[in-house]
């Protein structure tokens, strides 16, 4: 007959499937668990054992299902799942993560030598941990990490979690703090594991706001621990030394555009902590004596406002000047400026200009500077190299300096006190 719906009724069967079946499962814990701490989750609402909950009014939706919830106990039904129980601070936190979406199973135990057993669950879009640290969420890169590094016996690698994840000041990194150390994620550098003393020393350095940024190597207390600007080196858990990147920058042999016979070489050494060293030599090989100038000036793509330009002014005497110098040397020994910190990507990046005239005074040569990076010389800041990085860093460090196997400049930094490796020194 029309308008007649003849398959109503049991569309409405199984629209309520999972409300027996929550119901089913209920009453299998109050059978199975009696007294237990299980069982007891939902007589703290004074509901008694043998209540029901017939009415759809008493369930919640949820995206995936339906949820029946007591003080500190739920039980979540999907069409995939089933009916599953969770209860104590595993189903209190999830009630404030409920992105962790419904649980893929009931409470699983891990056991331990000393102790009672520790509860977790499986969500389908991460773990809840409830140990002695309390009930904390683990998703993501993060967890996946964890996974990977917890091969062992349970709480072997990292431990068991301290924090739930949480979000750094700078908006980009996320982390977990465990019983040994933390994992510490951004979108670029993925999740990486730093042990309890090399992320104590990081944070007190400044953290993810240091110079050395975020972690790009899991890190123990033997090894080397890399992170994106730098590397921390220890033993044992002692602090060994901590290593900022360096780039050098060689000019080679540079000759005058307009035919002077005058010719030179620079070199440009910095680090990302800030430090550089700029060094060279400029010579005269005719018979006229020459004011000089030599440069190096980074390359920013698109321009900038804001740069610098390392510039030697000296004179070199000819052959006419009987016992006058050839050759004018320079070297600044190290030197801190906090703007190679703040613009160390783009520098480690960059071309660099190599500049050589011969006449010029300051002003004019930095007019030529300008002219050949494309930027008015106003804005060039100008480096001439007067202190050591000692006199200006950080109070409880020092910097070690030294040459390398290759003869470039090198920077330690060590806690303050230690001594310096063998081949630096303060």
Same mark, same amino acid.
């Given at each position: ?63 995936? =299902? %339906? ?9 979540? $039904? &999907?069409?995939? +799942? #089933? *009916?599953?129980?969770? !209860? ?84 980009? =990194? %996320? ?9 510490? $994620? &951004?979108?670029? +550098? #993925? *999740?990486?594991?730093? !042990? ?231």
């Amino acid at each position: 007959m029309m308008g007649e719906q003849p398959f109503g009724p049991i569309i409405d069967i199984a629209k309520r499937y999972w409300e027996f079946a929550i119901n089913a499962r209920i009453e299998q814990l109050e059978n199975d668990l009696p007294g237990t701490q299980v069982a007891r989750a939902w007589e703290t609402e004074s509901l008694g054992k043998g209540w029901r909950c017939r009415r759809a009014d008493y369930y919640r939706k949820s995206p995936d =299902g %339906r949820v029946l919830r007591w003080t500190s106990a739920e039980v979540h $039904w &999907t069409a995939e +799942t #089933g *009916a599953l129980f969770i !209860s104590g601070g595993i189903a209190d936190l999830h009630r404030t993560m409920r992105f962790l979406g419904p649980p893929a199973q009931e409470a699983q135990f891990i056991e331990q030598p000393l102790g009672k057993s520790v509860p977790w669950v499986a969500f389908s879009k991460g773990r809840i941990y409830d140990s002695v640290y309390g009930a904390h969420a683990l998703y993501g890169d993060i967890l996946q990490k964890w996974l990977e590094l917890e091969t062992g016996p349970p709480g072997s690698g990292p431990g068991y979690p301290r924090t739930s994840e949480l979000g750094l000041l700078d908006g980009r =990194g %996320r982390y977990n703090h465990f019983s040994r150390g933390s994992i510490y $994620w &951004t979108p670029t +550098t #993925g *999740a990486y594991w730093v !042990s309890d003393k090399c992320r104590d020393w990081w944070v007190f350095r400044g953290g993810e706001a240091s110079y050395l940024g975020y972690p790009v190597s899991d890190a123990s207390d033997d090894g080397v621990a890399e992170f994106e600007r730098g590397s921390i080196r220890l033993s044992n858990g002692a602090i060994l030394g901590e290593y900022p990147h360096r780039r050098v920058v060689k000019s080679g042999t540079v000759h005058t555009p307009d035919g002077y016979p005058v010719n030179g070489w620079s070199e440009l050494t910095i680090f990302s902590n800030g430090a550089y060293q700029y060094r060279g030599s400029i010579h005269c090989s005719g018979a006229p004596s020459y004011n000089v100038s030599m440069a190096m000036a980074p390359r920013f793509v698109g321009g900038s406002n804001d740069t610098r330009t390392w510039v030697e002014y000296g004179d070199v005497e000819g052959s006419l000047v009987l016992g006058g110098n050839l050759d004018h040397r320079w070297d600044s020994g190290l030197v801190r400026d906090q703007w190679i910190e703040d613009n160390w990507d783009r520098l480690n990046s960059c071309d660099y200009a190599i500049i050589l005239r011969v006449g010029f005074g300051p002003e004019d040569f930095l007019k030529v500077v300008g002219t050949i990076l494309g930027i008015p010389f106003a804005i060039i800041g100008m480096v001439v190299a007067a202190a050591f990085l000692g006199e200006h860093g950080p109070k409880h460090v020092d910097i070690c300096g030294g040459y390398d196997e290759n003869g470039n400049p090198k920077v330690i930094v060590v806690p303050k006190g230690e001594q310096c490796p063998d081949d630096t020194h303060k």
